[in-house]
């Protein structure tokens, strides 16, 4: 059996081990229902499971052999039908948690034609379970919660987190984890237990955009606690209501819950970290660099997207990234790990370590990171200038002129009207990022940025802003939206079980993505595909990948790299139901068994 495979059926393995109905055995079968017997029958709950479950798309043949004849009514559905019902109950809620709702519902009841609504509607969709609205819906996923979704390990499970894992139902088959400790949602902040809504949220991506059997993936939340005192007030809330575990304790435990994650689904098992604060995840990110496949995408995932959009503006203005001021503003895990891939980008180009990070300026709560700044993180100490302390980003722009600015800082307004102003007066095309999630957490407003430039800028968002009409041309934001990078470096790496996760596939995802861009949508301003095309970026940069990994030995399964692309198509998630039925054959006429009274005895049989 291949890697991802799943039974296009699965109601079809539970129904074939019953014998083939020979006339004897139909007429006894006729006999039993005449006499008010129980037919043979496949457990109700499994042929409604969220697995196998058909809804209406079971037929009249399935389901009298199913026996489920009768529990459903007459009408039976085509694909279509089925997807204009779900579409039609989903556009009727007039909030986008109330349709978050009403698709965790969808999801825990129906999973297959839940994948298939995402996978043929995933404009309209991604904004619901991914950003913006998940960030929401994790405020108040006490209240939304509804069942099993993850694993949820606490603090009081040391010594025994390789049986909290096993309780997994498909534990035999999982060869990737999301792992939050919610200490750091979006730009919300502490929602301790309820992030297991963004590992979620992350996973379903696999699924809907790399097409990865979702039985091969478990969501999990380490719930350390909290220290958000309102949640410890919250009656709905649904984790420990204590102070979270720091310092050795903490380490030592998420130490123990590596460990036996790997082994309990073995050493090839893909670890996805999300949303821990900033300090811890770079602490994680260096500490098992050497011991686990894993990643952090928060990091690197985010690393790979932003480079991908700087490259672009590099398309569009003929200029060589070196060659631009770019001003980052924040100095979280996001511009960490673009900055930080940024300068491996230029040093990959044959510049020096301070020639890479010449132009690149980091601005903090305190003002631009400078060789007199007190308390700067190591990870920054080659961005730190040798110039006069700036307190303010506008003075900043106003002196050093960027011609790309950046901002992750969760500070709504951030770049103001002067800002915007000053960046399009000293650039013909100047590069505007507002990164933050969710929406009203973001820098500026697309209107704002195309309005204060002249129609000038080249702005992309974390989350998805609307088109806008400027002086008679409509022009669309770009999303720097990590659904564009990480399921392809997810893919690619699984499909191959590689031991490692190297720096390169980050650097090979931006520019594999900032390439797909046409030259019609670059002269739009447009450095990122349209969400429509996910699907397809995210298999080109499997495909690229794995590749790699493959050529560079860190690969454990043996695949032809010309023929990876085949090689996911047939490991990939199906979409369609199938039959719900065993499959039959048909056998030739075969010699009746002799009659007793016809077998001549032997002579040792003679008394």
């Excluded at 046409?518 to 739009?524: F, I, Q, S, V, W």
Aim: aromatic share 8%; hydrophobic share 40%; glycine share 6%.
């Amino acid at each position: 059996m291949s890697f991802f495979r799943i039974l296009n059926c699965g109601v079809t393995r539970l129904t074939a081990t019953r014998k083939p109905q020979t006339e004897q055995n139909q007429n006894c079968i006729q006999r039993r229902a005449n006499s008010s017997q129980d037919p043979i029958r496949v457990p109700i709950e499994i042929v409604f499971s969220d697995k196998f479950n058909k809804a209406l798309a079971f037929t009249l043949e399935e389901r009298q052999r199913l026996c489920i004849h009768g529990l459903l009514p007459a009408c039976v559905r085509t694909y279509d039908e089925q997807m204009l019902a779900i579409q039609s109950n989903f556009e009727s809620f007039d909030t986008n948690v109330a349709k978050y709702r009403y698709l965790r519902a969808l999801r825990q009841g129906y999973e297959r034609l839940y994948f298939q609504f995402v996978s043929k509607n995933i404009t309209k969709v991604l904004p619901i379970i991914y950003t913006p609205t998940v960030g929401l819906a994790c405020t108040v996923y006490g209240m939304l919660y509804r069942g099993m979704t993850g694993i949820h390990i606490t603090k009081h499970d040391r010594g025994h987190m390789k049986q909290v894992l096993s309780n997994w139902p498909h534990r035999n088959s999982v060869k990737a984890v999301c792992v939050t400790d919610g200490e750091r949602i979006l730009g919300l902040g502490d929602l301790g237990a309820n992030g297991m809504g963004i590992t979620v949220g992350k996973m379903e991506l696999y699924t809907a955009l790399a097409g990865i059997p979702p039985s091969t993936l478990m969501p999990i939340c380490l719930d350390v606690g909290t220290n958000n005192k309102s949640l410890h007030e919250d009656p709905l809330y649904i984790g420990l209501r204590d102070e979270r575990i720091k310092g050795d304790e903490y380490i030592s435990f998420v130490d123990e819950f590596m460990e036996s994650v790997v082994d309990t689904f073995g050493p090839e098992t893909l670890i996805h970290f999300e949303d821990f604060a900033t300090p811890n995840a770079f602490m994680f990110l260096n500490r098992y660099k050497d011991c686990y496949c894993h990643f952090n995408d928060d990091i690197q995932g985010t690393a790979a997207v932003g480079l991908a959009g700087f490259l672009g503006i590099e398309r569009i203005t003929k200029k060589p990234l070196e060659e631009h001021v770019i001003v980052f503003a924040g100095a979280g895990s996001a511009i960490m790990g673009i900055s930080q891939l940024v300068k491996t980008e230029l040093m990959s180009r044959g510049l020096s370590e301070a020639n890479a990070v010449k132009n690149l300026y980091v601005l903090d709560q305190t003002g631009v990171l400078t060789k007199e700044s007190k308390n700067i993180p190591k990870i920054f100490a080659d961005f730190a200038k040798d110039m006069k302390p700036i307190k303010t980003l506008e003075q900043l722009v106003e002196q050093v002129k960027p011609s790309i600015i950046m901002g992750a800082t969760a500070s709504a307004g951030l770049f103001t009207e002067k800002i915007i102003r000053t960046m399009a007066k000293n650039h013909e095309r100047p590069g505007i990022f507002a990164l933050s999630n969710p929406t009203n957490k973001s820098e500026c407003t697309a209107e704002q940025a195309y309005k204060f430039s002249d129609g000038k800028a080249i702005f992309s968002s974390g989350s998805p802003f609307p088109p806008v009409e400027f002086n008679g041309k409509r022009l669309t934001p770009g999303q720097a939206n990590n659904c564009f990078a990480y399921p392809g470096l997810v893919l690619g790496t699984m499909i191959v079980m590689a031991t490692r996760m190297p720096v390169e596939i980050f650097l090979l995802a931006a520019h594999e993505l900032s390439d797909f861009p046409t030259d019609e949508d670059l002269a739009m301003g447009r450095v990122y595909p349209q969400i429509m095309q996910a699907n397809e970026v995210v298999l080109k940069i499997g495909i690229k990948v794995a590749q790699y990994l493959i050529e560079n030995g860190y690969a454990k399964r043996s695949l032809d790299p010309d023929n990876l692309e085949d090689c996911i198509a047939t490991d990939s998630y199906n979409l369609e139901y199938g039959c719900s039925m065993a499959e039959t054959w048909k056998y030739p006429k075969m010699r009746p068994n002799p009659c007793p009274s016809t077998i001549q005895k032997k002579p040792c049989d003679k008394k």
